[in-house]
């Protein structure tokens, strides 16, 4: 490979949750410190232990070797590099620049969507199992998640309950739906049949779709991104679509996102709600950043990047279908998480999650509790990190846990 996807990284001490945070966290959202003798291996936190395409480097040290960080506006190369990494990856033609917005963060996008499409109190549909920060941020400002479940198949596969979609439409009145495209915990990459399904449902009873699509670069080999906005005519004109360079090439820490809307009267009124926020404005290094990700050394990057997970899933799934009997989960089409549903083995070993996930911390596994995103004995576990090491945490699992 071109690009180094082996070398193991130390984050101690740069600024970095999932090393720093085991432990340190007050929330009780991060895991236990390992005990002493096992070092920390971080499966918890949704960002990546590689480094970044160097061009992201490049750019920012070109940009920061000035030294004048005044008032700015977007460049024409900032918005080019959108399109054309829309049309290139996601195969969009029609994008225009009037059509792309800034927001401070999805989540900061996703409220000021809701925001536009809902009055405090209103009733919005989400699926289950659900993102922790949909959930956090949208109860905290004041909306009630309607919660339809994601129905797990005897073919391992994560799919939409339409039936169950539509009676809760009806019942609770909901026009604001959230959607998470591919799917996170689950890791679903939907198809275009499901979508254009959900959407017709939606047309039907006249509901919008405030879409976070920022995994969408994502997808494990032999999988596709399908943009929710490109099903239909109706589909583009009533759904808000949200989305970063942030997990595609581990630029959290560089505070930015983007959202593409091609309904003229949503569009205006977003960007409106969103100008409220002090704050809400772009930063110049999360410019550059992105420039520098989304150029032809980025699209090689990613490919590779996308072999190397599509591996370490690979890997993950096997493992625990052999090893471990009573834990099952979704091989993950998209995202590089696992969402690992541990009902069976906790019953048949009289544990707890709760046991069950602490020990797992002791010995370094510092993997994630997955009630925060619904699931009643799921474990959340972040593959995106060298082989070696998603190696050394199964080899600990199979010794001290499992």
């Known amino acids: 490979m071109k690009y180094d996807f082996t070398t193991v990284m130390d984050r101690h001490g740069h600024d970095a949750i999932a090393w720093d945070g085991p432990g340190a966290q007050p929330s009780g959202i991060a895991p236990a410190k390992p005990d002493p003798g096992f070092d920390l291996i971080p499966m918890w936190v949704a960002d990546m232990n590689f480094a970044t395409v160097p061009t992201v480097q490049e750019e920012l040290i070109r940009r920061v070797q000035h030294p004048s960080f005044g008032y700015f506006a977007p460049t024409r190369e900032y918005y080019e590099s959108i399109i054309r990494w829309q049309r290139v990856r996601n195969g969009v033609e029609d994008l225009k620049a009037g059509m792309i917005g800034f927001d401070g963060g999805v989540l900061s996008g996703v409220i000021s969507a809701v925001n536009v499409l809902c009055s405090r109190g209103d009733r919005i549909l989400i699926h289950t199992p659900t993102y922790i920060g949909f959930t956090k941020t949208l109860e905290n400002n004041g909306y009630r998640l309607i919660r339809s479940p994601l129905i797990f198949g005897d073919d391992k596969v994560w799919r939409m309950d339409f039936q169950d979609m539509e009676r809760k439409i009806v019942k609770y009145h909901i026009h604001t739906a959230v959607f998470c495209s591919p799917h996170n915990p689950c890791g679903r990459v939907w198809e275009r049949e499901e979508l254009e399904q959900m959407m017709d449902l939606f047309r039907r009873y006249d509901v919008y779709v405030v879409c976070d699509e920022i995994w969408s670069d994502l997808t494990m080999e032999g999988y596709r991104h399908i943009p929710l906005q490109s099903v239909s005519e109706d589909a583009r004109m009533r759904t808000a679509a949200f989305y970063s360079p ?84 979704a091989v993950p089409q998209g995202t590089y998480m696992l969402f690992l549903d541990c009902t069976g083995w906790c019953e048949a070993h009289g544990k707890t999650i709760d046991e069950l996930l602490a020990a797992g911390w002791k010995v370094g596994v510092a993997w994630q509790d997955g009630r925060m995103f619904n699931g009643p004995c799921h474990i959340r576990m972040n593959l995106a990190s060298p082989l070696s090491r998603i190696q050394e945490a199964f080899r600990r699992l199979d010794e001290y846990v499992f």
């Open 246 to 329: 942030a997990k595609t090439f581990n630029l959290s820490g560089i505070v930015g996102s983007y959202h593409i809307i091609y309904n003229s009267w949503l569009r205006d009124r977003v960007r409106k709600e969103s100008s409220l926020g002090a704050a809400n404005e772009m930063s110049v290094l999360y410019m550059h950043a992105l420039c520098g990700a989304y150029r032809k050394e980025g699209m090689e990057w990613l490919d590779e990047l996308k072999t190397v997970l599509t591996g370490n899933v690979r890997f993950a799934c096997g493992h625990i279908r052999s090893h471990y009997p009573g834990v099952t989960c």
